[in-house]
């Protein structure tokens, strides 16, 4: 049901754990090259494109791709009082704990006259993926606009697959998640062509590009988001999930096999991965998995999943060979099940979000933590992090010198100018201090 992959008896590189990293890398160039065409057909057909796309991919004619706010209305209307509160616990918890993510304001003064001052300024316009494929995500909703919000984003619009059984509506638990947080502009649009979409802009629909996209998806979406970087900003390639459980002699066997399956039950290209120095719990692990798989809703989706390449069970000799492990392959979601769990997260350097002890599953993060759940996937977290409201923001200096603070730096600034050869940039100094400036200068010190 599931590789196990055995990297014992010796120490490894940095180069030969990535190379031992498990991931479906033909499915991800074969996403690529899919999303290619498609944000292409898109950037040339603009709507006509997309309701092609709407009726190849999730079998929807004649729908409403800019969703009526009667829509919205209608489905916040008749949300469930259980599913309601549940979504307005997970809003108060993910507001605060982004607000903790916004830098106050700095300046730094050099002198009398001579200060530099930071701030950080949010983007204007964002554009928001909410998956609709295999599961229906309200949470995602929650997790991407509340964090644009506290940054002060001041143009947000979502974008989700229509459902069939919908009569090519967004579903309307999605709808009633963004109608909770006021937000207004929703299209009925999936996959790598919504990404080209927010990116480029539909003018048939009134649709304006946008400067940041963000949001988690499948690995159409993850690819889509990658060609469009440059084009506008991305949180991460946030494709197919994953976790990685690291365990030792002590874990439950049982608890570590259902947060394996919690996540594979995403997609049939969700990694599961499970890291320990004890040949018996994966022993244990591995007898436990088929029945429990067996008796789960989406078992035929988790079996694929875990017996894809991007699944497995990796010994090793120690933790110490774990944790390198686990920093090498820097897991979206990063479960600690050991003794002392505290102390070994605090070791781990790269994973989206950590997960400490066994009363910390992913689940847990996924919806009412506080913490965010549109993390990097595939490797990013080496270098990447989750979503959050830093994600909106641009920090920018605002320099302000008057004309003593700049006389004061005005020899050393000639001096590096013309080690650069670069001798109008000390002519722009000195050109303030001549005597036929020195009237129209100091009007503006």
């Not at 502009?185 to 802009?201: C, D």
């Not at 989706?301 to 090793?316: K, Y």
């Not at 390198?324 to 997260?345: G, I, K, Q, R, W």
């Not at 959050?388 to 020899?411: K, N, S």
Request: hydrophobic share 50%.
């Amino acid at each position: 049901m599931i590789q196990t992959i055995d990297l014992t008896g010796r120490t490894h590189t940095t180069a030969e754990l990535l190379a031992a990293v498990p991931r479906a890398t033909a499915a991800t160039a074969e996403a690529g090259e899919a999303a290619a065409r498609i944000i292409a057909e898109v950037r040339a057909g603009g709507e006509a494109a997309l309701r092609a796309q709407a009726a190849a991919f999730d079998r929807v004619e004649g729908h409403a791709l800019r969703v009526p706010q009667s829509h919205i209305d209608e489905a916040l209307a008749a949300l469930e009082p259980g599913v309601r509160a549940a979504l307005e616990a997970v809003i108060v918890r993910v507001r605060e704990a982004s607000a903790a993510q916004v830098p106050a304001p700095a300046v730094t003064e050099f002198g009398p006259g001579a200060r530099v001052i930071q701030r950080w300024q949010p983007v204007r316009r964002v554009g928001m993926y909410v998956p609709g494929g295999k599961a229906v995500y309200p949470s995602s909703v929650v997790m991407s606009v509340v964090p644009a919000q506290v940054a002060g984003v001041e143009s947000i619009a979502i974008t989700s697959p229509p459902q069939a059984n919908e009569g090519g509506r967004v579903h309307p638990t999605i709808l009633a998640a963004a109608g909770l947080l006021g937000v207004t502009e929703v299209y009925a649009m999936g996959g790598a062509g919504a990404i080209g979409a927010f990116a480029y802009g539909v003018a048939d629909l009134g649709l304006e590009p946008v400067d940041v996209v963000t949001g988690p998806g499948n690995n159409f979406v993850a690819a889509a988001k990658r060609l469009v970087s440059g084009v506008v900003g991305i949180d991460a390639e946030a494709g197919a999930t994953e976790i990685l459980v690291l365990a030792d002699e002590g874990a439950d066997a049982r608890l570590v096999a259902v947060d394996l399956i919690s996540q594979a039950e995403h997609d049939e290209q969700a990694g599961a991965v499970l890291v320990t120095p004890s040949r018996a719990l994966a022993d244990a692990v591995v007898a436990a998995l088929p029945a429990l798989v067996a008796s789960t809703r989406h078992s035929a989706r988790v079996t694929e999943a875990l017996a894809g390449p991007q699944s497995a069970i990796v010994l090793v000799d120690d933790l110490d060979a774990g944790i390198a492990f686990s920093n090498a392959y820097a897991p979206e979601h990063l479960e600690v099940v050991t003794a002392d769990a505290a102390a070994v997260a605090a070791r781990t350097t790269s994973a989206g979000a950590i997960f400490v002890g066994p009363y910390a599953p992913v689940s847990l993060g996924d919806y009412l933590a506080g913490s965010n759940h549109v993390l990097p996937t595939g490797g990013q977290a080496r270098y990447g992090s989750g979503l959050g409201a830093h994600t909106f923001l641009r920090p920018q200096q605002l320099i302000e010198y008057d004309r003593t603070a700049l006389q004061a730096v005005a020899e050393k600034i000639v001096a590096l100018a013309d080690a650069e050869a670069l001798p109008a940039h000390g002519e722009a100094v000195q050109a303030r201090f001549a005597a036929n400036a020195t009237e129209s200068t100091s009007k503006g010190s």
